[in-house]
């Protein structure tokens, strides 16, 4: 039975403002034989019988975050931290995500600094806002900016950086096939972005330094 996709949030709707009709997982399982046979494979053979199947649940998978609210992971702030007012820097997130143009995997690092504004969120919730973003068909330029409007808008710290490293097999496994070459992609706003200093010291930092 068909049902009505109804993403997460906005984001994930930025160039569908109409309902999508989900199709059901019998006509997705039948999509993906189609392809089996359009690479010139028979699907109806042994090792293929269960693929569609398979395909169809690792999809719900790579994908889950087309059906989770990041915002639901920051509601909680804690304002007991001692006073503390430095930077809170996670470094090292690792993640993984698609290309929506191929639809290839991109794999990558993020790192997130924010200055705290009167509390602090769980660590592990930073990690949980970048694979929510993660886990839809991205730009790494996208996931980049959606990570860092969902936490400025709903932490409102006073300075927010966001660094992504990954590397696109959309590079090195089609088209020009030059492995190792990484994408770095940085966002930053409130302290970070008017003073070059702080950006300066976000990136010694998460290079492993400390000032």
């Not at 503390?84 to 191929?102: A, K, Q, W």
């Not at 602090?120 to 886990?135: E, M, P």
């Not at 998460?206 to 000032?211: E, H, L, S, V």
Request: hydrophobic share 35%; with cysteine.
């Amino acid at each position: 039975m068909d049902a009505i996709l109804k993403p997460a949030d906005k984001t994930a709707a930025r160039k569908a403002p109409h309902e999508l009709v989900r199709p059901s997982r019998e006509e997705a399982e039948a999509a993906v034989r189609t392809l089996l046979a359009y690479l010139g494979d028979d699907p109806e053979r042994e090792g293929l019988l269960d693929t569609p199947k398979r395909v169809v649940k690792s999809y719900s998978e790579l994908y889950a975050g087309y059906f989770e609210d990041p915002v639901e992971h920051l509601k909680r702030t804690f304002e007991d931290v001692g006073g503390y007012e430095d930077m809170v820097l996670v470094r090292g997130i690792p993640f993984h995500s698609h290309c929506e143009h191929h639809m290839l995997p991109f794999i990558g690092t993020a790192h997130i600094a924010y200055y705290p504004n009167g509390g602090v969120v769980g660590l592990s919730k930073l990690a949980r806002v970048v694979d929510i973003y993660a886990n839809r068909l991205q730009t790494q330029e996208n996931l980049t900016s959606q990570i860092v409007s969902t936490i400025d808008e709903h932490l409102q710290p006073r300075g927010l950086a966001v660094m992504l490293e990954a590397e696109h097999q959309c590079m090195t496994m089609r088209g020009v096939q030059k492995a190792g070459v990484s994408t770095i992609t940085t966002q930053f706003t409130g302290v970070f972005r008017d003073d070059p200093a702080e950006q300066a010291r976000f990136l010694t930092l998460i290079r492993g330094g400390a000032r």
